[in-house]
């Protein structure tokens, strides 16, 4: 049973890699987070949700295409 278990856990598709990058750079960078206001400034306008799942996206397929370079190389 531990043989099946580990064998599920180490291979991973390139998707669910990429997901957990995205997880982790969206919430480190802050990207797709609603901008908050601050008492007497005035800052970008906030972006719609429209805007907010673009960025997303375009960064899953950044990091989507990232992950498939790190497995190329590591084939060489």
Known sequence: MDTLNGA???ARRNE???LDLL???AGTAG???QAVPSTGFSG??????EEH???LLELYGRCLKAVAG???EAAK
């Open 53 to 55: 799942v673009n960025q």
């Open 70 to 72: 790190a497995e190329k």
């Open 16 to 18: 669910d890699i990429a």
């Open 31 to 33: 990207v797709g987070r």
């Open 23 to 25: 997880k982790f750079v």
């Open 8 to 10: 599920a856990l180490g």
């Open 44 to 49: 970008p306008a906030a972006a719609k949700p």
